[in-house]
């Protein structure tokens, strides 16, 4: 397969192989159902058709683990002779092919077995275009481990893929053309054999459909892929930016809280209801603005991931996840952190300590008036502050700052766990000073002063 990637003439189809037979594209075409269920598939027929791995998909991703359980199934198959099972495969007829929603990693793996047998028959997928730098490394790692594994078990590859094609069997469910809300549906679902969609494929999916010509919808895809992909154990800036600190402001701005349920994140960020007649207009890029569907959402992404991205280089930020994330402190220092990001959105690094002082000591209420931090009553506490509100309605950080420490009372912890994140707020701000972070005198003294009562 990773002879025919970046080659943009390339279409789905057969190449240097006998026409296929069609069988499943023909038959959904005379039949009048919305979803046609057909039991008991071998592989052979499925790869008789031209599939096709549509924009909206996740990258191919299986790891070794992955693909060495599908090879030593494939490996039972053909020592017993038996039936193998592999689950289900949901397809959407989409002009002359038919679209993966469902089963792409084990089809994708399935034709780097076949290739690695040398089998001369149709594999629709080997002229898919890959365009994720990710996907492209899977392919040729996984190519690799079925060649090895083919080296290693057969000396003769002819009965392995007559028997795989034969053998190899599953459940598909095509979904007819003029049915893609269904299809969609579906693929909101969970795999048949993996974990569920992420929010993040489904919000692709969903404003890829408002792009209309192809050449940008690959282009979008490409780009949303290389922002969601996770290089390491930490979360992406996108997922950072949009799954947990846009999310609680856009929410704590109408004074509610994120709910726990299932794709809040694809929920908030859908395109937004409009009229037919008249066009959006206006956006500009604001993080409580309406999400237009297609390109919109997909710059208003890359927008708010750069801001996270550069917000999570200050001082104050980094200092707040220092201090802050031992014991059940965390759960107050993530949705302070949430308030200083939407602070700095509007006025960006501008006396950026003074306002963590100021949400801070206002969230930290809660904190001291509580021994036990519920998570539930700390975010009702944060929507029903209204902090969010007084930063999107300020016209200079002076005057959200103002009004937020009007009561110059030093608030504390007296004992206990209370008293270890009083601690920890206070060499939070005593590292600050060190880097000079504080030019408003009457707030540095306040701040001097909790040093006091700290030492008491």
């Not at 279409?11 to 008991?40: C, F, M, W």
């Not at 679902?189 to 459909?209: I, P, V, Y």
């Amino acid at each position: 397969m990773d002879e025919f990637v970046g080659n943009n003439a390339l279409h789905t189809g057969p190449v240097g192989r006998k026409a296929p037979e069609n069988k499943l594209l023909d038959s959904i075409r005379q039949s009048n159902e919305q979803v046609v269920l057909y039991d008991d598939v071998p592989l052979e027929e499925l790869f008789n058709n031209p599939l096709r791995i549509p924009d909206y998909q996740r990258i191919y991703c299986w790891r070794k683990k992955n693909v060495l359980e599908l090879l030593h199934g494939a490996l039972q198959t053909y020592n017993s002779g038996d039936i193998y099972h592999l689950g289900s495969i949901i397809l959407h007829k989409h002009g002359d092919g038919l679209d993966i929603v469902d089963g792409q990693q084990r089809l994708v793996t399935l034709t780097l077995l076949l290739k690695a047998c040398g089998y001369p028959g149709c594999l629709p997928l080997i002229s898919q275009r890959i365009l994720s730098k990710e996907a492209i490394s899977y392919i040729a790692y996984n190519k690799q481990l079925c060649q090895n594994f083919i080296s290693l078990h057969f000396a003769e590859t002819g009965e392995l893929h007559e028997r795989l094609l034969k053998n190899l069997r599953f459940t598909v469910l095509i979904i007819r053309e003029d049915s893609f809300e269904l299809a969609y549906t579906f693929f909101s679902n969970e795999n048949s054999r993996g974990k569920a969609l992420s929010d993040f494929n489904l919000l692709k999916a969903h404003h890829l459909r408002y792009v209309e010509k192809e050449h940008q919808q690959e282009h979008l895809a490409a780009r949303w892929d290389n922002l969601t992909c996770k290089k390491d154990d930490e979360n992406t800036d996108v997922y950072c930016a949009l799954a947990q600190h846009v999310l609680r402001l856009r929410k704590w701005m109408q004074a509610e809280v994120v709910p726990q349920a299932k794709y809040v994140v694809r929920d908030e960020y859908a395109a937004a209801p409009y009229l037919e007649d008249v066009p959006g207009f206006g956006e500009r890029f604001d993080f409580n603005e309406s999400i237009q569907g297609g390109a919109y959402f997909f710059a208003y992404s890359e927008i708010m991931a750069g801001r996270y991205h550069d917000f999570a280089t200050t001082d104050e930020h980094k200092a707040l996840v220092k201090y802050l994330s031992g014991e059940s402190h965390y759960r107050y220092s993530e949705l302070i952190d949430t308030l200083l990001f939407g602070y700095y959105l509007k006025f960006g690094r501008q006396y950026l300590a003074e306002a963590l002082f100021a949400i801070e000591q206002t969230v930290s209420r809660h904190r001291y008036a509580n021994k036990r931090a519920v998570k539930n009553k700390i975010m009702e506490f944060v929507a029903n502050s209204h902090i969010i509100m007084m930063i999107n309605r300020a016209t200079s950080p002076t005057f959200f700052i103002a009004q937020l420490t009007q009561n110059d009372e030093v608030v504390q912890g007296k004992d206990g766990i209370q008293r270890r994140y009083f601690e920890c707020v206070v060499k939070m701000y005593e590292h600050l000073k060190t880097k000079s972070k504080f030019s408003i005198k009457s707030l540095s003294k306040r701040i001097n002063n909790l040093t006091t009562y700290a030492r008491t």
